[in-house]
């Protein structure tokens, strides 16, 4: 599995990074189960299904991550392992928003993430 992440800071150009085989066999496996054990939890959300985990944050048409879920422990090391990559003047990432896209239809649409909220890296 490659796990991206992007960000785009105020001043800077888009900046996108991927790394291959982040995570391993058993845990992309763990981590499908656990959001196929949620699918009836999405919420529709501008053109997609959208479901939050870990620290409540708000964005622009946002409905899922008024009330999040508690981050299960597959997610949380998730996060632990990405913190870990970054330095530590960086705020950790403490939240997963995870989006599912239902058909040809689904969409995700224009947008800019330059929330302060959202981790820079």
Do not use: M, W
């Amino acid at each position: 599995a490659v796990v991206s992440t992007q960000s785009r800071s105020r001043n800077e150009p888009f900046i996108s990074k991927s790394v291959t085989d982040f995570l391993d066999e058993e845990t992309e496996k763990d981590l499908i189960e656990l959001l196929q054990s949620k699918s009836d939890q999405f919420r529709q959300e501008n053109g997609r299904s959208v479901l939050a985990f870990g620290v409540k944050y708000n964005y622009p048409g946002s409905k899922s991550s008024h009330s999040p879920q508690t981050l299960p422990h597959k997610l949380y090391s998730l996060c632990n392992r990405l913190n870990q990559q970054h330095s530590a003047d960086i705020p950790p990432i403490n939240s997963v928003l995870v989006n599912r896209y239902d058909g040809s239809s689904a969409f995700l649409p224009q947008h800019s993430d330059n929330e302060s909220v959202i981790h820079p890296d």
